[in-house]
């Protein structure tokens, strides 16, 4: 078994396919929600065996940002630790939203929406209008479902409410 141990700044690769992988970065931990861990994932496709300088990883474009479990993803396989960069960017301008109404198969648009930044109050803000639209699902995601977003570009998550 895989000894599962994270630490702010550690990159992880995760293999796309056969043939190719991306790159995710724990970056902080957002006490807001329930402590967990945040991680930017990089847009960036690199060939499978191909090895790279983890600074320049680390400086390209962000896909996404997402609560997640990193000892998890470790335990479970869906990544795999291959060092640690300090530089984890600036966390000031990520945005995460979440709905009550999440879960709830009859709702198909939620009007009961919530918003924060990393370590900030949440407030609820009922209508996901303008810039907020462009907020993370604030959920903290498994880690299957991060490698799928990382494959396809969106969240297998079910029952989600849209705006």
């Not at 006490?31 to 990089?42: E, H, V, Y």
């Amino acid at each position: 078994m895989k000894r599962a141990n994270s630490k702010i700044g550690d990159v992880f690769s995760v293999k796309i396919d056969g043939h190719s992988k991306k790159y995710l970065q724990y970056i902080v931990n957002d006490l807001t929600q329930l402590n967990s861990d945040i991680i930017r994932a990089f847009i960036a496709v690199y060939p499978i065996d191909a090895i790279y300088d983890l600074s320049e990883v680390v400086n390209g474009e962000v896909e996404f940002y997402a609560h997640c479990v990193t000892k998890l993803g470790i335990k479970l396989g869906f990544w795999e630790r291959v060092g640690n960069i300090a530089n984890v960017g600036k966390i000031d301008h990520i945005l995460f939203r979440d709905s009550s109404d999440y879960g709830n198969p009859q709702i198909k648009i939620s009007h009961n929406w919530w918003i924060w930044k990393i370590n900030e109050e949440q407030r609820q803000i009922g209508k996901l209008e303008g810039v907020n639209q462009k907020a993370e699902i604030g959920l903290v995601i498994n880690p299957e479902s991060i490698v799928h977003r990382m494959r396809t570009g969106e969240y297998d998550l079910k029952k989600y409410p849209k705006y």
